[in-house]
């Protein structure tokens, strides 16, 4: 089994980068503090001999090669380390140490496994900066040309491209230039059902579609106090009736639907002002690909009538979208089974949450491992995950690796 | 009459001060564009042999004294010339420049006033940057300390005293060190009325309530896509919910109550994460104190049931709070007078907007004349009035203060 001392070290170690002054974490990806936690994150995979490779989209790979199987596809583990706004430790970075304890694991036992086994820290994927998120694994599975990720603008006003020829992680090497012959996504939950019924491991055989939009509202900026009511055209009460139907709308789809309004911002922005403009962002979820268009197209349907009644103009602009993915059948088996060798509680799982998985299983075969969050709670620096949940996760990760590289 | 060119071209060149790089007006109080306001304005002040004396909050006055009447009460005349975010050309500044030119006019004629008259401008009428609104007449009436106004923390987080020493407004003269005879302010009506009946003067009689507060809701951020909806503490879905309540009960009211959100934030404000605090302002008005109590009254209730139904805690925080104001019957009759005789129009209304003649009635007779503002536009660079109506508002104020100075 792993070394749990050296994964649960350095999930404190590398949850420490990106702190500020009021102790929240955040490491936006392209950002002086992502830079940090990867320069940390190099250093952990020189020290187990691992060949580092950049790729052009700034996604970080480390590479256990023998001469034997120099040719072969490898097994790719691995998540992202880049961080949401006073995140949480675990997300993304749970799976990327652990797959560097299965290989380090594996090598002090002597093992020759049939293939290289690798770890991808992938750029990107919480979207918090750029949209959409998962870019790194989106670009590296073909789904976006790096050329047009490198151009994305981010909430700053910054562009990608630059920001990661600033933090000196503008790599060389193709999206792409390594296929694998499987992909395994570590991770946990982020949501509470695992810590609800009690599980330690979730096989996770699906993932709901994510479709993100920013909307935008134009009214008539005029005096809060001069105005009557019925001449208004106020942008920020179009926003808000928005974000209370998209909330009937979820209340009404039997817990099928999530909608999150997360960002917001009004202009002119002053007290006594009918904010002329209202801009916020929309996160709209459903496992299944038909439900989710019909809320969008609900949604498009409710903004046309807003228009009118409000008499305000509103836009709308997709920022991500990402249809349900079902993963490799075979390999959420494997994780079944090593789970029950290890004598672990699994339950097959659906994702609310995006994963590089998801991108990853347009050109291999993929599955992903939860493990419990308590109380359901992430993004958020309260996320967390009880020790031994953590280490009989990546014990289970170490179990299908072993028996896909046939060891 | 008063010189009508001099007036409108005034106007013009006060209002392309402040301008920023897309041509938005902002000169909010105490900053850098406040300061080049001001300097031009004493300027102006000082080409008519005015004496200026500067208040310790800023407030500036242009005296016009003769040896005879130094020592009686002066008429007031004035506004304010700070701005809302993306401004018009008329708001404060209007009335501000009418005074001027009222003065200019009795000196070209050579009259010889029995009292000073003076015009005033006032700091922070808007209260965008600093709260309460109408700060600089609230504390030469001897409403709020001037030590504790300038102790006010802006919405950028600087001091109001600060800022006025930076400028090098920070006068010496005591609030309140001229003892006004009446304070007469001519202002647009940044409202619809007039220009919807097709009549040029408003005699304001009075003034409607004011009650502008801060709220904080508090909730827990987590992961958009893996939260269910029932287990969500969303700040900002409660803050939306507040939004359009305040509109229902605003609809409610025959007309009665206006209630605005005009800014808005949410943390940590990002596209995946349910937000975990949500901070707007209220503005709430009505013509009636007892009224205004229940709308107050209204909202601390609503915000109890919500605090219990949403699972979020809920602050507000009073940040400005003006009874309704009854403006001088003697005054607002010489107004219609005035108007009369000059074969205009005119009709008794109530102010919508907070003015500095609401904080000055509290220290002498005081009241207002409005002219239309075209479509009631106003906070919005497309405020506007006919140059007809600007001009005949100022004759009426020329002839108010004739009769007041019993010339
Ligand atoms: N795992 C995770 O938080 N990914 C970010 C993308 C999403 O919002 O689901
Ligand atoms: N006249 C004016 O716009 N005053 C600002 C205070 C208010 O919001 O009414």
């Not at 023998?66 to 998540?79: A, C, K, M, V």
């Not at 926003?239 to 309004?261: E, K, M, P, W």
């Not at 008499?311 to 789970?339: G, M, T, Y």
Request: proline share 4%; net charge negative; hydrophobic share 40%.
């Amino acid at each position: 089994s792993i070394n749990s001392e050296r994964l649960l070290k350095r999930l404190q170690d590398l949850g420490r980068i990106g702190l500020d002054n009021d102790n929240k974490r955040t490491r936006l990806a392209a950002s002086d503090a992502d830079k940090a936690g990867r320069d940390r994150l190099i250093v952990w995979m020189k020290e187990d001999g691992l060949e580092v490779e950049i790729d052009r989209i700034g996604n970080i790979f480390g590479i256990w090669y023998s001469t034997e199987n120099r040719n072969e596809e490898p097994i790719l583990l691995g998540s992202h380390i880049d961080t949401v706004i006073n995140a949480g430790m675990y997300d993304g970075c749970y799976g990327v140490l652990s797959g560097l304890e299965v290989i380090n694991t594996l090598q002090k036992k002597g093992v020759k496994p049939s293939r290289p086994i690798a770890v991808a820290a992938f750029t990107n994927e919480e979207g918090v900066r750029y949209q959409p998120d998962m870019m790194g694994s989106l670009v590296y599975a073909g789904g976006l040309s790096v050329e047009d990720a490198l151009k994305t603008v981010g909430s700053d006003g910054t562009l990608l491209g630059e920001e990661l020829e600033r933090i000196g992680y503008a790599g060389t090497k193709e999206p792409g230039f390594l296929k694998p012959y499987a992909y395994i996504e570590l991770h946990i939950e982020q949501g509470p059902i695992l810590d609800k019924e009690g599980i330690s491991i979730g096989a996770v055989e699906n993932l709901q579609g994510i479709s993100w939009q920013r909307i935008t509202i134009e009214g008539i900026a005029n005096h809060a106090g001069t105005t009557p009511i019925v001449m208004r055209r106020d942008a920020g009460l179009a926003a808000a009736r928005v974000i209370t139907y998209l909330r009937d709308r979820a209340n009404a789809s039997n817990g099928q639907t999530v909608a999150t309004v997360g960002t917001i911002s009004f202009k002119p922005n002053a007290v006594n002002v009918v904010p002329s403009l209202a801009t916020f962002t929309v996160d709209l979820r459903n496992p299944n690909e038909q439900r989710l268009q019909e809320e969008e197209q609900a949604l498009a349907n409710y903004l046309k009538e807003l228009a009118a009644s409000e008499e305000v103009s509103i836009s709308s602009e997709q920022l991500a979208r990402f249809s349900p993915v079902s993963f490799d059948e075979n390999i959420v088996k494997l994780i079944e089974q090593a789970a029950s060798k290890l004598e672990l509680h699994s339950k097959r799982m659906t994702s609310g949450a995006g994963h590089d998985a998801q991108m990853m299983a347009r050109i291999c075969p993929s599955a992903m491992i939860f493990v419990p969050s308590i109380e359901g709670i992430s993004h958020n620096p309260k996320e967390a995950t009880n020790d031994s949940d953590l280490i009989a996760g990546a014990n289970v990760l170490l179990d299908v690796v072993n028996n896909l590289a046939g060891n």
